[in-house]
């Protein structure tokens, strides 16, 4: 059984029937209690994925909830926590990890075929022409940080294999108050770092590389969300300027991440990212809001989710 739940009644009976959905559910509450769901994706706004998700655990459903999983690393922990003592599955939605271009640059890297990476760079920028978007308002959990910089930040956390020791960032915040542009920098240890460019206010950036001492890893574009078509990046050796192009073919990569849930769900499969590294992942946003708004460097590693 698939089903479909939306605020509005018309909206949902017109959604089912274009796209073949056999339960149409005119509140979320309807299909939480529906015995015949066994879990659900969450796609609300920010401000909203908490609330939802306690309430899908609390009726037994296994959850997969769009990035970022919440508004802080507090409110994350208690959704975790939830879910363990329920013993649902709980999954943030980051897509873009089972990409298999995603997965054989990981590998590459943990191969040491560029060395030891010591600097990662990632952008998600794009101009928002809508202020009334709930990306604009902070009391729905907006701000190109959460929207976007979740991306940057899980990047470089997975491709290190570390949590970040101290964070610095650089905003420009918006009449609403939310932060428009964001930069950030992440100190690992080792002297690793991490340059995390994210905005509402510009042109189309969504690129990322990992330079190592023997080569780097660079994608030009479309480095988190290629669609369905051919994935490519670059992998250059210490000495070179070109390098070698690969050629990943297209998939489609929100299909690939659902099917693992599945797996998981069906008891075919472990999550390849437990709920816990979703909390990691706001503790670093947290820690990177802190530091924009106070104009200082803020450790990562002793921050707690209280």
Not at 126 to 136: E, L, Q, S
Request: charged letters at 25%.
């Amino acid at each position: 059984m698939h089903g479909l739940a939306c605020r509005s009644e018309e909206r949902v009976q017109s959604l089912a029937q274009k796209h073949e959905i056999p339960l149409a559910c005119g509140s979320y509450e309807e299909l939480l209690g529906n015995p015949r769901v066994e879990a659900v994706y969450i796609p609300l706004p920010n401000h909203l994925h908490s609330e939802w998700t306690l309430r899908a655990i609390g009726a037994g459903k296994h959850v997969l909830c769009e990035k970022p999983l919440a508004l802080n690393a507090k409110e994350a922990q208690v959704m975790v926590q939830a879910a363990r003592e329920r013993g649902v599955f709980l999954m943030e939605a980051f897509m873009y990890r089972f990409h298999p271009r995603s997965r054989r640059i990981k590998a590459l890297v943990d191969q040491g075929a560029i060395g030891a990476p010591r600097l990662i760079r990632a952008a998600f920028c794009f101009r928002h022409p809508d202020p009334t978007n709930a990306r604009f308002q902070p009391e729905m959990g907006g701000g190109a940080l959460l929207d976007v910089g979740c991306y940057g930040v899980s990047l470089a956390r997975w491709i290190f294999g570390a949590e970040p020791e101290m964070v610095q960032a650089c905003v420009e915040y918006g009449v609403s108050g939310v932060d428009l542009t964001t930069v950030g920098l992440l100190r690992f240890s080792g002297g690793r770092l991490a340059v995390v460019e994210v905005s509402f206010q510009t042109a189309l950036q969504q690129t990322f590389s990992i330079v190592g001492t023997e080569g780097a890893i660079e994608l030009p574009h479309d480095a988190f969300i290629p669609l369905e078509k051919d994935a490519i990046f670059r992998l250059r050796g210490v000495d070179e300027e070109e390098g070698k192009v690969e050629v990943i073919p297209g998939v489609d990569e929100y299909q690939l991440m659902v099917e693992h849930f599945a797996d998981a769900v069906l008891g075919n499969a472990s999550l390849d990212f437990p709920p816990e590294e979703s909390v990691n992942n706001m503790r670093v946003l947290d820690a990177l809001a802190q530091a924009a708004r106070e104009s200082r460097p803020v450790e990562v590693t002793k921050r707690g989710c209280e």
